[in-house]
């Protein structure tokens, strides 16, 4: 089995549709890094002609050399290279060469981003190409970058030289937790949702997962070992990102910590909320936290900031505020001490994401009352009790609405979490309700058996999630 290539089977179909065309296509590919976007594309090119080249974080005139041997390699076999001083002699070099335009090449630009630099330049000399002599050939042009903000406002923006020059735009996303499948590890299914949350579904860091050990000596080996294997990994990925790190640093722990408002967060940065918002905007950018509202809820004062990355949160919540001790070589004493005790409650807030990217993933018109594009949380007042609470899920259509609750306990979930939800959701005057209720382990017999008997009640547990 190769590890370094799972689950991505809709993808691979997609692009070798693309590259079977027979007219000029450009893909554009992006996504976090560590999602597996090099190894998706190296297996789509297998078996096609094709011209590679990686961006480097490094000078132009070195990414120039890198690309000209790229394409010279391939179409001058053997032959010295010319030396070109800039990327526009070398494609119009490529554009006047029969060979290169009478091919059907896969030309893939990885790390585009680096290649192409702060400037539009690299941009418009595609665009131009594009236009003026590959729109007519049977080239396949593939741009994949890591820099969300970049792919999408200096690639696939209308501000963009290549604006509506693509015909396929792909992100590629983190795995989900039921294609945790193909790894084939005897973890329990418990367990091995620990992992993927741990890891953030991501395929470079679920790779270094050992199977032979236990998934406490796994979590151990990867984040709490002198010089684990992912100790220094998000300080890498914001120096990447950012420029003033400490300052983005400084905002996830107070995230992870607890403060969730603009204001909180300011107030525990010791900035002023401006300045924050800045910084919050940042990382929303880039996947790493996400504004969020109560359900249809409208006004802008009720936002919360959470972070969304899973390794970022995990991080952020038991290995930085530890970083002391494990360093001095007692991460073991804070996994026994501070994060295994700490699992349950950690993993609730994963456990609803889970449970929400289920409901997107398994929608049947035979089980749902209506499409769903907003699944949601909801926090608020309680109009009729006058207290304080929070739904899980949420969503409306009309005179529909669904509601869901997430269990993740070692207990039952039984009729009293039923009429607790239904309690929290008699303040909303919708005519049909339906009740989802998601649980870790499992559901008492009695709640099983009035469910069987309500087309209204659906119950979900973790081995059902998994099993998609």
């Not at 030289?161 to 294609?179: C, I, N, Q």
């Not at 504004?291 to 006004?299: F, I, L, M």
């Not at 969503?395 to 009429?419: H, M, R, Y």
Request: aromatic letters at 12%.
């Amino acid at each position: 089995m190769n590890r370094l290539f799972l689950n991505r089977e809709s993808e691979l179909k997609r692009l070798r549709k693309c590259y079977d065309s027979n007219h000029f296509e450009m893909a554009v590919i992006w996504g976090r890094r560590r999602i597996g976007k090099t190894q998706l594309i190296i297996e789509s090119i297998k078996g096609y002609r094709s011209i590679t080249c990686t961006g480097l974080k490094t000078s132009l005139e070195n990414n120039l050399r890198n690309m000209t041997d790229a394409f010279l390699s391939v179409l001058m076999p053997g032959v010295a290279h010319p030396v070109f001083g800039s990327y526009k002699d070398l494609f119009d070099y490529l554009n006047h060469s029969q060979d290169f335009l009478s091919g059907d090449y896969v030309i893939v630009f990885d790390e585009y981003p680096f290649l192409s630099g702060s400037e539009d330049e690299l941009s418009s000399i595609i665009q131009y190409a594009i236009d003026h002599y590959w729109s007519k050939t049977k080239l396949k042009l593939v741009l994949c970058g890591s820099s969300l903000g970049f792919m999408r406002e200096k690639v696939l923006s209308g501000d963009s030289p290549l604006y509506a020059r693509t015909t396929l735009s792909m992100e590629v996303k983190k795995f989900m937790l039921w294609e945790m499948k193909a790894y084939g590890w005897e973890f329990s299914e418990e367990d091995t949702t620990l992992l993927y949350s741990a890891l953030g579904g991501i395929p470079r860091y679920l790779n270094m997962v050992n199977p032979s050990l236990s998934v406490k000596e796994n979590l151990y080996e990867l984040f709490f070992a002198t010089g684990a294997l992912l100790s220094g990994e998000v300080d890498t990925l914001l120096n990447e990102e950012f420029k003033e790190t400490s300052r983005y640093s400084d905002v996830l722990s107070a995230i992870a910590s607890g403060k969730s408002s603009l204001n909180d967060i300011a107030e525990a940065v010791r900035m002023q909320t401006g300045v924050v918002t800045f910084y919050l905007n940042g990382l929303i950018r880039v996947g790493i936290i996400k504004k969020e509202v109560p359900y249809g809820s409208k006004n802008n004062k009720k936002s919360i900031y959470t972070i969304i990355d899973g390794l970022f949160r995990f991080h952020y919540q038991f290995v930085r505020p530890n970083m002391n001790m494990i360093n001095f070589g007692k991460g073991d004493a804070v996994l026994n001490m501070i994060v295994m005790p700490s699992i349950p409650r950690y993993m609730g807030l994963e456990w609803e994401q889970i449970c929400i990217n289920y409901m997107y993933a398994s929608f049947n018109p035979e089980r749902d009352p209506f499409i769903y594009s907003d699944l949601q949380r909801w926090w608020g007042g309680n109009k009729k009790t006058k207290t304080q609470c929070e739904i899980d899920m949420m969503s409306a259509n009309c005179e529909q609405a669904l509601f869901g609750e997430c269990k993740w306990t070692e207990d039952e979930v039984g009729i009293p979490v039923l009429d607790t939800l239904i309690e929290k959701c008699d303040q909303f005057d919708y005519p049909n309700k339906y009740w989802y209720l998601f649980s870790k382990s499992g559901f008492s017999d009695k709640l099983i058996q009035n469910a069987a008997l309500e087309s209204n009640i659906h119950l979900i547990d973790l081995s059902e999630i998994y099993s998609l």
